[in-house]
């Protein structure tokens, strides 16, 4: 179970960063960054992997109450398809820092890799898992992401958005087959490309 171990290491605020949707070929990805107070905790914090989405969606105001401060920032699927995923993740990151106040001292840092920052951070492998900080902004992004996907669902009810949340589940490659792609699809993944009609192809 994460703890505060990480953050403890530090005097002065300390920020926990991850992101959500890196995977699905549809929708944004959302990035968080939480700065939480050491003093108001709140209980069940932990990788939201291992949450269902009721309990995520009833954290999520918990901790944006307790936390110092919290941000989450959404890249689209084409700006996706225009950097890349890995470039659109740094950056998504790197603005969801840049956008706390107070400005935390340090950064932990969800995965193997850290942003551009204009201060000293730490790149936390499975941190979702070991940071509370880096589990607080896991729940914020990927209940800000859940959340846009079920509005999306409304939008475009042909492709079940509700259900899969954008990832490739069978029944979404299916509609893609049928319907081809929608406003919201990253046109640059593989298995948009693989399966998108012929009749959608020559409209591009």
């Excluded at 990927?142 to 899969?164: C, L, N, Q, W």
């Amino acid at each position: 179970m994460p703890d505060f171990s990480f953050e403890s290491q530090f005097s002065g605020p300390v920020c926990g960063v991850d992101e959500a949707g890196r995977g699905p070929c549809a929708g944004p990805l959302c990035v968080a960054a939480v700065i939480l107070d050491p003093a108001r905790l709140p209980p069940g914090i932990a990788d939201s992997k291992k949450l269902t989405e009721k309990q995520r969606f009833a954290l999520e105001p918990e901790i944006k109450a307790a936390a110092i401060a919290w941000s989450v920032i959404e890249i689209s699927a084409a700006d996706i398809d225009c950097h890349n995923i890995l470039r659109a993740t740094l950056m998504g990151m790197t603005q969801a820092v840049e956008a706390l106040s107070p400005v935390p001292v340090h950064a932990l840092i969800d995965g193997n890799r850290c942003p551009p920052l204009s201060l000293p951070a730490t790149a936390v492998i499975k941190g979702d898992d070991k940071s509370l900080s880096i589990a607080a902004a896991s729940i914020l992004a990927k209940t800000a992401r859940d959340r846009i996907m079920i509005e999306m669902d409304a939008v475009y009810p042909v492709y079940g958005f509700k259900s899969h949340k954008g990832y490739q589940a069978e029944a979404h490659i299916e509609a893609i087959r049928r319907h081809g792609p929608s406003p919201i699809h990253r046109m640059s993944w593989a298995t948009i490309r693989a399966v998108m009609p012929v009749e959608a192809g020559a409209a591009e």
